[in-house]
């Protein structure tokens, strides 16, 4: 159980701060986008297994001033809510 939850957390904030670059036509492969993870949080709410299927929801209610604000809900096969998220990152375009 100790590892799922490792990889769950792990796993949760590899793509999270895609969700506010979204709106601005860029995303992590556009030439000259710097973009980093300020701080990730994860509550744990349910024991959950990392190689079954989990859906992962995400949203970004705000970006702006060079960081995106994101959540994500994470939920498993049967519907539960097994785990909640929140990030800031950075997000800008490095000139040169």
Do not use: C, K
Request: charge should be positive; proline fraction near 4%.
């Amino acid at each position: 159980p100790a590892l799922h939850r490792a990889i769950l957390s792990y796993a949760s904030d590899m793509m999270l701060l895609g969700t506010a670059t979204l709106p601005h036509g860029v995303n992590w492969m556009t030439r000259g986008l710097q973009s980093a993870s300020l701080d990730h949080a994860v509550w744990l709410h349910a024991p959950l297994r990392a190689d079954d299927w989990l859906l992962y929801t995400t949203d970004s209610p705000w970006a702006g001033h060079a960081r995106g604000f994101n959540r994500g809900r994470i939920y498993s096969r049967d519907g539960r809510l097994v785990a909640s998220v929140a990030q800031e990152g950075l997000m800008r375009m490095r000139e040169g």
